[in-house]
């Protein structure tokens, strides 16, 4: 087994809300500033247990997101071991294949890979995350008549392809990333919740 890997996404950027990257369109502004933090809930990794720890991403899409060309800094969180972090990089790489390499294939440049404490909590559809002293997102998802979440579902782009994502609204985003150019602090634009389920033999 190669990995096998389930949890919960977070995700904001610049865009308005829906994120027309999700449908395969240009970003709003032209070029994207996104993160995601992906926590794992439960995850292994050639036999490495990755279960409790997060990754996060900060990322510069130049154009649409199809195009791929991202520029990104991984940040791996400060509670795995060195077995852990080469592990997790070695699936957001590419390089284990499967359901995760058909997303991050759309990277052109790994900026840097930091480690740094990861704070990640979802509760009652609403989710926060933190990464060191770099970035901030705390989100609340779009409800429909019944109270539940919006669901985005069959979209061309997805970073968690195979499960449904929630259509969400960052109440606050701050990212601070130097090696990408990026000083980011916004209300009010596109968020996504998600939970995911990766497996690859």
């Known amino acids: 087994m190669a990995y096998k890997l389930e949890g919960r996404l977070l995700e904001v950027c610049n865009c308005e809300v829906l994120c027309p990257c999700w449908i395969g369109e240009a970003p709003d502004n032209g070029t994207c500033e996104a993160s995601v933090a992906y926590h794992f809930d439960k995850g292994e990794i050639d036999g490495v247990d990755v279960s409790g720890l997060t990754l996060g991403f900060a990322t510069f899409i130049p154009g649409n997101v199809l195009d791929g060309n991202w520029r990104v800094c991984i940040f791996v969180d400060d509670n795995a071991s060195i077995e852990q972090e080469e592990a997790l ?6 390089e284990k294949g499967g359901p995760v390499a058909d ?15 990861i704070t990640f909590e979802v509760h009652e559809g609403k989710g926060k995350y933190t990464i060191g002293e770099s970035i901030y997102a705390e989100m609340e998802p779009y409800r429909g008549p019944g109270g539940k979440p919006t669901r985005l579902v069959e979209s061309i782009f997805s970073s968690i392809p195979g499960s449904p994502a929630y259509v969400a609204k960052a109440n606050s985003f701050k990212m601070d990333s130097p090696e990408l150019g990026l000083n980011v602090n916004i209300k009010g634009h596109n968020a996504i919740q998600g939970y995911f389920k990766f497996e690859a033999q």
């Open 103 to 117: 997303v991050v294939r759309l990277i052109g440049e790994i900026v840097d890979v930091k480690r740094a404490p």
């Open 89 to 94: 990089l070695s699936v957001y790489k590419g």
